[in-house]
């Protein structure tokens, strides 16, 4: 009897401090970044921190709660992105980095830095993680890119689009990219066309031999994948190069460059992809 009465207690008091939580979360998270002024901000932060602080210190009480919470729909958009990014700042389970994947599905890009979202999906596609449904979000975003003042380069949409979905495996996002083309505005179907140019695989490229044909395409998307889907030369300099590395070196450089945010880092992966594209013609 004492221990069902025991385990009533603890199913109790979760479930409070689950409803407090929420209660927390939406008290807090009660505002879009993007419409504050700074000196706004300024005043919010501070409350950021002690709920961060709060989860923090108490983990055992707290993560399997903040779990919850990212699962659930209808909290304010921008506690989906800073939530999850406190769970990864707490956690090396694939399992979390997957919850905060689904919640920052969730966000609204107006509210988070181009910058960091796009560095954060990359980390996390580099460790094999699915996160094609967050990283087409910048899809529906004009415009979006963002300034490196190291390299005075801008990323632009296509970049970002290629780092966050590169890393992981191609037949995560080949068929979703194909899905969505056609609903896409002509900027967001060239960002596609460049991801899948530097993705190469046998389906990207027979799509991408379809867009060519296909007229009832915008004449500058038809004209971009001609002209991207002729883009095979090396020079001199990176044949010689090419030549004295082993094809494990070059897989290498490949993957390395999409770790680097940098102009030297898009040349190396456009050089990769033209090596590999001439020696792995799809028929």
Known sequence: ??????????????????????????????????????????????????????????????????????????????????????????????????????????CDLEDISQKVYVMTLNNLSNEGLDVTEAAIKILHSENYSFFIPQHAMTFNQGYCLTYMLLPQQNTNYVDKLIEIFKTLNPSSQKSIITTLWFAYSCKGDIFLKSIMADENLDKEVREYTKNIMGYTKLSREQKQFIKSIGEAQLNDLRKDALKRFSDEAIEELDMTTRVQRKENNCH
């Open 1 to 106: 009897m004492k221990f069902t009465q025991i385990i009533i207690f603890v199913l109790l008091s979760t479930l409070s401090f689950g409803q407090s939580l929420e209660k927390e979360i939406d008290n807090i998270y009660d505002f879009k970044p993007s419409e504050l002024t700074y000196n706004e901000q300024s005043i919010k932060i501070p409350m950021l921190d002690k709920f961060w602080n709060k989860v923090k210190n108490d983990t055992l009480k707290y993560l399997p709660l903040l779990r919850a919470e990212l699962k659930k729909d209808g909290h304010n958009p921008f506690f989906y992105w800073d939530g999850s990014s406190l769970l990864l700042s707490l956690t090396r389970n694939k399992a979390d980095k997957e919850v905060s994947i689904e919640a920052i599905t969730k």
